[in-house]
């Protein structure tokens, strides 16, 4: 196990004081894990504190999906869990982004019944 | 069980690794969802799966049908053969992407309300008299396992290796997490579906404290701990088949619970002491519990649709 699957796994457990212990002893906030995959990409959706650790720490927001295209913003639209959603866009997630099938996040959140969450991010496109 | 059919899944990180093998995320690439898949490695011969995991496998699968609220959907079963001894067998969850842990560190400070705190207990209850009445038993529950959905949803995670119990099964050494330990399995006395009811009253004071309630460093540690709380039991209700003896803890004289759990109205204490019974037999059930007079009435009286309150936006 790298210092990279360590922070992986952590960020995906929601552990915020692995994830900080693990970028103090200095591992990448950008690398990937054996998987392929950011600290970001996997992270427990519904853990806003560790996503912002991670996006504060310079964590890149839009990083897709190999296989699917999927970005984080699309997990947290389509998991419902808005404020990490919130924290993503704070640090310039693409609302727009499209994942392999075509869909937005917007998309994924209808699909789902995330009302909250597409209300939001259509009075984000309206805004901009 | 699907043997060698298609596996859409793609691991994406290591999310535990317990005795039993490693348990990933992973992808659906056809949904684009995430799993859980907790995979098992099983020794086979000549006739196949040994009938223990085919049974395991086949209850869960008939609990499956009951498609219940508060348990996490078991979506797929793969059996893949790895050499002519060893099969992987691996399920395949429903993935939920907040545990109670982290729900519980979100919440903005002083903490849950009442309702919710008594609409996550209903549906913890509710999914274990579930598993419970289907002769499962959990055997690990803590937060970590209590998974909470971003409606506010409770599911139950990891009761994918429980056994068919008999009414008093033989003790496996590495069972639940010493925090959520009840005293049977720490004195090395025989179990049950009680040791379930423990963990939930441990976890039932921790929505309140918003940290756990024994933090034991050992097991004698733990035990000493709980008897700070609930005292030390009789002699008659000391159980007589372990090696530790009543005599290795002082008498402590134990406060009221409300000294740990501040907030806790008169029959939320009488509910939680009902849960951290010492004698597992007189422990309350899950089912009982839910009948409970804490859990049958409300707070106030605005509580409708208050399901999402614990997301609430700051
Ligand atoms: N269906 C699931 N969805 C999301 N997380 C899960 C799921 N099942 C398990 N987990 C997470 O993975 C962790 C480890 O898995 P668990 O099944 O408890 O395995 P073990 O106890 O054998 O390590 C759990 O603490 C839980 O947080
Ligand atoms: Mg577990």
Redesign the pocket.
């Given at each position: 196990m790298t210092l990279v699957d360590d922070l992986a796994s952590a960020a995906a457990?929601?552990n915020t004081a692995g994830v900080e212990d693990l970028l103090r002893r200095g591992a990448d906030v950008n690398g990937v894990n054996k998987y392929g995959r950011t600290p970001l990409q996997v992270m427990?959706m519904g853990s806003t504190p560790v996503a912002r650790l991670l996006l504060a720490r310079g964590s890149r927001p839009n990083v897709a999906d190999s296989s699917t295209g999927t970005t984080p913003l699309h997990d947290a639209a389509r998991e419902g869990f808005l404020d990490t959603l919130r924290v993503l866009l704070e640090f310039k997630a693409d609302p727009g982004a499209r994942d392999h099938f075509n869909s937005r996040p917007v998309d994924l959140a209808r699909q789902s019944g995330h009302d909250d969450v597409v209300e939001f991010l259509k009075l984000l496109e309206e805004a901009n | 069980m699907a043997q060698g059919a298609s596996f859409p899944y793609e691991e994406v990180a290591e999310?535990?690794?317990?005795?039993?093998?490693?348990?990933y995320?992973a992808r659906d690439t056809e949904s684009g969802k995430?799993?859980?898949l907790?995979s098992v490695r099983v020794q086979t011969d000549q006739d196949g799966l040994p009938i223990s995991t085919v049974r395991e496998v086949a209850l869960l699968k008939r609990l499956e049908q009951f498609d219940h609220p508060n348990v996490?959907r078991l979506m797929d079963v793969c059996a893949i053969q790895r050499t002519d001894s060893e099969t992987k067998v691996t399920l395949v969850?429903?993935?939920?992407?907040q545990?109670l842990?982290t729900y519980l560190e979100k919440a903005p400070a002083p903490g849950l309300s009442q309702d919710r705190i008594k609409d996550l207990m209903r549906q913890l209850l509710c999914g274990l008299g579930f598993l419970h009445s289907n002769r499962v038993m959990h055997r690990?529950l803590?937060p970590?396992?209590v998974?909470v959905t971003s409606g506010g949803q409770v599911?139950l995670?990891?009761f994918?290796?429980a056994r068919i119990y008999s009414c008093h099964m033989a003790l496996t050494p590495v069972v639940v997490t010493l925090w959520y330990r009840p005293p049977e399995v720490l004195l090395g006395s025989s179990y049950a579906t009680p040791v379930d009811i423990w963990s939930t009253g441990c976890i039932f004071a921790e929505m309140f404290r918003r940290k756990p309630l024994f933090c034991g460093e050992s097991e004698m540690d733990q035990l000493g701990k709980i008897f700070q709380v609930i005292g030390l039991p009789s002699e008659e209700e000391w159980p007589k088949d372990v090696t530790i003896t009543r005599k290795q803890f002082l008498p402590p004289n134990h406060p009221p619970i409300t000294n740990f759990v501040p907030e806790l109205s008169e029959q939320g204490a009488e509910l939680l002491l009902e849960m951290l019974t010492f004698d597992p037999l007189q422990r309350i059930s899950a089912l009982n519990a839910l009948e409970h007079e804490y859990l049958k009435e409300e707070e106030t009286a605005d509580t409708e649709g208050s399901t999402r309150e614990g997301d609430a936006i700051p």
């Open positions: 457990t929601g427990m | 999310i535990g690794g317990g005795a039993y093998g490693t348990v995320k995430f799993v859980a907790k996490v969850f429903e993935h939920v992407d545990d842990k690990d803590k970590e396992n998974l599911k995670a990891d994918g290796l």
